[in-house]
């Protein structure tokens, strides 16, 4: 029988009863000062241990550069007071954007990119008296690519579930390794081009299914980047190998990257043989000692496919997109989730901090459940997604005001996703309406033609 309910906790003991009739394992601490404990990442330090995650916001310039849109939402997240702000998918090259709207720096747009994080950083330390650290997303969106109006998929494997879905035919070509030789001088490029302009470090993205993710899990690939754990695992490492020597130590290097696909095998990686919903931790702690021996400072957890099946596996959710069905499980049996994934990823990368993640839709109790991670060593940052579209300032609450306004939260009902699958410009359509509620049915209009 399905568990699934949607948020309705009034007080901290609500949310701790609900907790113990579903045996569930997430921890609630009353103790908010811990956020102001700063991490230490590479060389450089985090004002605080609150960090905003990548969301794409589909509102770039044709040239991939920031739009107004675009520097309102980041102007939004660098005065909210987070210690770190994870900036977008930015795709390393053309044909591998998400959308013809998707975040790409290049040597052409790079002084507008300068100009744009300068603002951000004066606005932050006016603001806040500090600054957060930035780190710039890297992605080759893989099978997801669209970098004009239609689908234009660049995939590392064949999938029988997946391949269908973007028009593909057994036919289809498969990447080469001619190709990933080469994108990993555009992954070095795109770095170069970050540290020039003022970011702390990059991320190799390798989450969500996109390219990167779906070679961790391409058993069906011939050649060098398929097969065996040590041929899936190349393409990452190598990267990450090449982008260090280029950038040297004093430029953060961070990998967001999947554990667990919930896919099944031999397509999913992380996941049991036998049953794509069970976790099979092996390959991934594995995965984390490599890339922390390969120079990695930084790591964030993700999970599952947002374009597939179970997205609440990635954010769990109170109402799905449009078409979209009601998960089985209780949201927080799929915090309880990701929570986990993020414990067993920082006790194997050691020192290196990990950022959490799937803690929006805990809504006003979210501090608590990160302050509880945070003492036990879980992990080093709490990380805000959606919360960060509908309460950018939620950090400066917590630090200043020891709580999180109810009437502010995010109260995870997708329309922010929505907007994404309707290929418009995304935000925050319920606290942030007068701005998105217009977009959100501009389009949902073109969607429907
Ligand atoms: C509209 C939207 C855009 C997103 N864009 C990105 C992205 O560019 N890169 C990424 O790694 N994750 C992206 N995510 C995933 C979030 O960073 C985050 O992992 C997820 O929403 C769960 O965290 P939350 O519960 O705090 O929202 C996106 C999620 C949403 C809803
Ligand atoms: S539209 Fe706003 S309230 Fe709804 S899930 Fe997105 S951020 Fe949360």
Request: glycine fraction near 8%; proline fraction near 6%; charged fraction near 25%.
């Amino acid at each position: 029988m399905s568990t699934f309910e949607k948020f309705k906790f009034k007080t901290l003991d609500d949310v701790k009863n609900k907790l113990a009739s579903l045996h569930a394992h997430i921890g609630l601490s009353e103790n908010l000062e811990i956020f102001h404990q700063r991490v230490k990442i590479g060389n450089k330090v985090a004002p605080n241990s609150l960090a905003v995650l990548p969301m794409e916001g589909c509102d770039s310039n044709p040239d991939g550069s920031p739009s107004e849109l675009t520097k309102r939402r980041y102007h939004r997240f660098f005065t909210g007071g987070a210690g770190l702000a994870w900036f977008e998918a930015n795709a390393v090259v053309v044909e591998g954007k998400a959308n013809p709207r998707a975040m790409m720096i290049t040597d052409e747009n790079m002084e507008s990119f300068k100009a744009f994080l300068k603002e951000c950083n004066e606005m932050a330390e006016k603001e806040n008296g500090y600054r957060p650290l930035s780190i710039l997303q890297l992605t080759h969106s893989g099978r997801y690519s669209r970098p004009v109006e239609k689908p234009a998929p660049i995939i590392a494997q064949h999938d029988p579930l997946l391949d269908p879905r973007v028009g593909l035919t057994e036919d289809s070509p498969v990447v080469t390794d001619e190709y990933l030789d080469n994108l990993i001088g555009h992954y070095v490029h795109a770095a170069l081009l970050a540290k020039e302009v003022g970011f702390d470090g990059i991320d190799i993205k390798a989450c969500h299914r996109y390219l990167v993710s779906e070679l961790l899990a391409s058993h069906t690939r011939e050649g060098k980047y398929g097969g065996s754990f040590e041929n899936r695992v190349r393409f990452l490492l190598e990267t990450i190998k090449a982008v260090r020597e280029a950038v040297g130590e004093d430029f953060i290097i961070a990998s967001r990257f999947n554990v667990f696909d919930a896919h099944p095998y031999p397509y999913g990686f992380g996941v049991d043989k036998d049953d794509s919903w069970k976790f099979d931790e092996e390959e991934p702690l594995e995965l984390v000692r490599l890339m922390c021996k390969a120079g990695v400072d930084l790591l964030s957890n993700s999970a599952g496919n947002p374009y597939f099946s179970h997205p609440e596996v990635t954010r769990p959710f109170d109402s799905p997109t449009i078409g979209g069905e009601t998960p089985d499980e209780h949201p927080l049996i799929s915090i309880e989730r990701l929570f986990g994934f993020t414990r067993k990823i920082q006790e194997a990368a050691g020192e290196v901090p990990v950022i959490g993640n799937g803690y929006s839709w805990l809504r006003e109790f979210a501090p608590n459940a990160g302050a509880f991670n945070l003492e036990q060593g879980h992990i080093k940052m709490v990380g805000m997604g959606r919360s960060s579209f509908a309460y950018p300032n939620a950090p400066k609450d917590i630090l200043n005001e020891g709580a999180m306004d109810p009437k502010k939260c995010c109260i995870a009902c997708s329309k922010c996703t929505q907007i994404m699958r309707d290929k418009g410009r995304t935000g925050c359509v319920i606290k942030d309406s007068e701005l998105y509620i217009p977009l959100y049915w501009e389009a949902r209009e073109n969607a429907s033609h």
